[in-house]
């Protein structure tokens, strides 16, 4: 005779209740309602377990709980393997053959198809000389919220959190954390639609949201030139990033590009062709670069694009004359990538192995010099430009779409990297970027990383670094359900950061500890241009009422007619 869960034997022979027990307190006979009552009490007693009215365990499952606890009209059906601590509300069920492993909390109204797992651990991999069963697990716990369908042969791994109302079609393989609503699919899975029918991400969120976009752009507005003059030093006639802080030729820049955003003019504290002669006039003639300010006088800029300030000043000054109407007075020489032989070697000399990021942000110099010596018509060295993009287009790996070190388990340097070199080379000069899915699925791995994209870890580097490819890859498709969730869930966090006539801090004010949190010039200029990226994905952009036109100006600068 078979045993029941608590070992002993069975009471009454197997029957169609134990795979289909939705009818079990309406239409089985009372011997076996008693059956099943001891069955309870039984575990009640022996393990501590906890039942609400009218559930229903199958003798036929294997039930190892530590805890459990069934909410009311709740059932468990043969076949099924429950261990961990695992609590479930009311009106759930769990299917012939479910497998349901871990600290695991189930809201109300689930329905868990036949043969799905449900795991909340996982073994440690980490040593390859060593046996996996002697590396030990790790687990991070489960949670599935209210109203979710789960279909048949589902794989839930470890750490994941299911969104109330969401439905898991059939065979899908959950690795990450499903938005409430969604319909999800594939290995791995991602969104394939909403329940609520609503195009992308959601109709009726996207309303309140757009609207939060267009309080906060009017506020923004409204505040703007109480931002710029608390960063203005009337004795120096220069901006400083912060209050009390050294001027540096950065907040000159920046100031500009947020009174052009917020305000459709030029920063008042000083006349615009005062402005433009300035930044003018720090141009090196003899290197073409701009160098960095000591108190108020302004050092000699670097002798070529391998001094990092001085590069990064080819795009912050370049892209601010730019909105003052005017441009760099000399052509910027490529030095050391002078040539088509010295653009490759120059490029394979750079740290890809180490610091893809430090890479990316040489060639994002490297492409905008090319870019302002082309508008200021003294163009480039011949072959120059082709030997940049020959040497991207074959360097590339095709499996992710990025540039150097490719380390799984911590993208960031790699996709800021991609970042900077994508900016100032396709971007500007208008031409696709290869392997484009790729490159969705890579950002969209990293941007799963909690450890730099929760709500408390945000800075502008790292979520500019995603929004900019996932919005120049948006024409492919790929996964746009996904990106357009995640975009809509950074638009909130990020609207909420705006501290009052001051801006935003470069991280988040939710970073306790970090001193860049004050907010500042560079934290919000950048957060400007992030916002529009992301509510562009998200189909709300207009409600901004402002594009980038600086430094993070999404059309390309040199037309391919």
């Known amino acids: 005779m078979p045993a029941d869960p608590t070992g002993a034997a069975l009471p009454y022979e197997r029957n169609h209740f134990d795979f289909s027990p939705w009818d079990f307190w309406s239409d089985a006979p009372e011997e076996q309602h008693e059956a099943q009552r001891r069955l309870q009490e039984a575990l009640k007693t022996e393990r501590g377990y906890e039942f609400g009215g009218d559930c229903f365990v199958s003798p036929l499952a294997a039930i190892q709980n530590e805890a459990l606890r069934l909410g009311d009209r709740s059932y468990v059906a043969a076949g099924a393997y429950l261990s961990g601590d695992v609590t479930l509300g009311a009106d759930c069920s769990i299917n012939p053959y479910t497998v349901v492993r871990g600290?695991?909390?189930?809201?109300?109204?689930?329905?868990?198809g036949a043969h799905t797992s449900i795991i909340a651990f996982n073994h440690v991999i980490d040593d390859y000389e060593t046996p996996l069963a002697a590396q030990g697990l790790t687990a991070r716990g489960i949670t599935i919220g209210d109203d979710v369908w789960i279909g048949s042969h589902v794989v839930v791994l470890d750490g994941v959190t299911v969104g109330r109302k969401s439905v898991l079609a059939a065979g899908a393989v959950v690795t990450k954390d499903v938005p409430e609503g969604a319909i999800v699919g594939g290995s791995p899975a991602r969104v394939l639609k909403w329940r609520n029918g609503a195009p992308g991400a959601g109709q009726q969120a996207d309303r309140g949201l757009a609207g939060a976009v267009a309080a906060f752009a009017d506020r923004a507005r409204a505040e703007a030139p109480a931002l710029l003059e608390r960063c203005w030093n009337a004795e120096t006639g220069l901006f400083s990033d912060r209050p009390g802080e050294a001027p540096n030729v950065r907040a000159q820049c920046d100031a500009i590009e947020i009174a052009d955003l917020l305000l459709g003019t030029a920063p008042r504290q000083l006349p615009a062709d005062e402005q433009t002669s300035r930044l003018r006039s720090w141009q090196d003639p003899r290197t073409g670069m701009v160098g960095e300010l000591d108190g108020q006088a302004l050092r000699a800029g670097g002798q070529d694009l391998d001094d990092g300030g001085a590069a990064y000043h080819v795009l912050s000054v370049g892209y601010a004359l730019d909105l003052l109407g005017s441009a760099f007075a000399h052509p910027i020489p490529l030095r050391p990538a002078d040539s088509a032989a010295a653009v490759a070697t120059w490029l394979d000399a750079l740290p890809w192995g180490t610091d893809p990021w430090t890479a990316g942000s040489q060639i994002d110099a490297l492409g905008t010099a090319m870019a302002w010596n082309r508008l200021g018509g003294n163009g480039n060295p011949t072959g120059t430009e082709e030997a940049l993009f020959g040497w991207m287009l074959t360097r590339v790996d095709p499996g992710t779409g990025m540039w150097g070190r490719i380390d799984h388990d911590d993208l960031l340097l790699t996709v800021n990297g991609w970042y900077r070199a994508v900016r100032g080379t396709f971007g500007q000069f208008g031409l696709p970027v290869p392997h484009p899915e790729r490159v969705v699925d890579t950002v969209l791995r990293h941007l799963d990383d909690r450890t730099r994209f929760a709500p408390d870890r945000l800075n502008a580097c790292n979520v500019l670094d995603i929004a900019y490819p996932l919005w120049l890859t948006r024409r492919t498709g790929h996964r746009s359900d996904e990106v357009t969730?995640?975009?809509?869930?950074?638009?909130?966090?990020?609207?909420?950061?705006?501290?009052?006539?001051?801006?935003?801090?470069?991280?988040?004010?939710r970073a306790a500890g970090r001193p860049d949190t004050a907010p500042g010039l560079q934290g919000t200029e950048m957060w400007l241009a992030i916002l529009w990226y992301l509510c562009d994905l998200a189909g709300i952009a207009d409600r901004l009422g402002y594009r980038p036109r600086g430094v993070h100006n999404p059309a390309p600068r040199i037309s391919r007619a």
């Open 485 to 509: 969730a995640h975009a809509r869930t950074l638009i909130a966090s990020v609207l909420a950061d705006w501290a009052p006539g001051a801006g935003f801090g470069f991280t988040t004010p």
């Open 103 to 112: 600290d695991i909390t189930i809201g109300e109204g689930v329905r868990i």
